[in-house]
């Protein structure tokens, strides 16, 4: 019993670091793919893409094309795709990246009160502490904005992606409530599709405004990573990580994002100040702590 349950939760911890590892990627990849193509096309492309894939491997499951209208579908695409994606692309051309790392810093605390409330979660103190911990060596991470560009209106920038982080902790919260009762893969899909189709009215409006993109081949293949690895695979990793784990304790790990992309742009040639450095390390550290230390409780 004992060797059960430690399996799970290390099948539950490896699909979080590949997710996160790939998360933590796609800021630098978003961000190039932006200077040729709008924020809404861009999202709309990358779900597309992830469907494709998703849905032939989920009718293996179960999945039928008209899942995507049903309304629960419905809503945790909403939550999930729609709106965390599609407003935190569009938040990313108003304000600076390290601004919307700082802002998504709060999704394990917005996660944690909603579990809280909606799923009788019980948060120990040592879970409290790592999420503080982790929370300050984020906020450590993004507060250098020396080398941000200028932002139209980053007021409005920090508004939508305080929206996006929210419908994170949503989208989260339903995942876990669904989690024992639908296959990991038939909930991606499904979220995926009725998300992508929620996007085309604003597609066709962002389309006819701005027109269709010209993209170079580095940025089709941006988009394609996009929907492929960090939208299917991640998406699923996700939801099959939340079989297995608190709501809470998932959410956490998406302070890692940063940490990783902080990393990836080392690698890349960019020498990051020593806060930023030391805000990595308390990220890492409250992670470690959040994640040796779950929540007492009974999902049965």
């Known amino acids: 019993m004992v060797e059960s349950i430690l399996m799970r939760n290390t099948r539950g911890y490896a699909a979080l670091f590949i997710t996160i590892l790939i998360w933590g990627t796609t800021f630098i990849v978003t961000k190039l793919v932006l200077r040729e193509i709008g ?4 999202t709309g492309l ?3 893409i992830a469907f494709l894939l998703l849905a032939p491997l989920a009718a293996r499951q179960g999945f039928k094309l008209k899942d995507i209208f049903q309304p629960k579908y419905i809503l945790f695409g909403l939550t999930g795709t729609t709106l965390y994606y599609a407003l935190q692309n569009v938040g990313m051309t108003y304000t600076s990246v390290s601004s919307t790392v700082l802002i998504l810093s709060i999704v394990p605390a917005l996660t944690s009160v909603l579990a809280v409330v909606f799923l009788k979660e019980r948060i120990g103190k040592w879970q409290i502490a790592g999420i503080i911990l982790v929370t300050i060596g984020v906020a450590l991470v993004s507060m250098d904005n020396s080398g941000s560009e200028t932002n139209a209106n980053p007021l409005l920038g ?3 992606i305080f929206i996006s982080a929210l419908s994170w902790a949503v989208y ?7 989690a024992d009762d639908h296959p990991a893969l038939v909930m991606t899909a499904a979220s995926t599709g009725a998300g992508a189709l929620l996007l085309l009215p604003f597609i066709g409006w962002e389309a006819l405004t ?3 993109p010209q993209l170079s081949p580095l940025s089709w293949l941006g988009i394609l990573y996009l929907g492929l690895a960090a939208s299917g695979l991640t998406m699923y990793l996700w939801n099959y990580a939340l079989h297995y784990l ?3 304790v998932a959410s956490a790990y998406i302070n890692l994002v940063p940490v990783i992309g902080l990393a990836s742009a080392f690698v890349l040639g960019e020498k990051p100040p020593l806060i930023q450095l030391i805000g990595g390390g308390l990220a890492i550290a409250g992670v470690w702590i959040n994640s040796r230390n779950p929540a007492r409780q009974d999902h049965s």
Not at 39 to 42: G, K, S, V
Not at 172 to 178: D, L, N, S
Request: charged share 15%.
């Open 46 to 48: 990358r779900f597309l």
């Open 210 to 212: 701005l027109g269709l």
């Open 172 to 178: 989260t919260i339903q995942g876990r409530k669904m």
């Open 39 to 42: 924020p809404l096309q861009l």
């Open 158 to 160: 920090n508004l939508l």
């Open 246 to 248: 608190p709501a809470s």
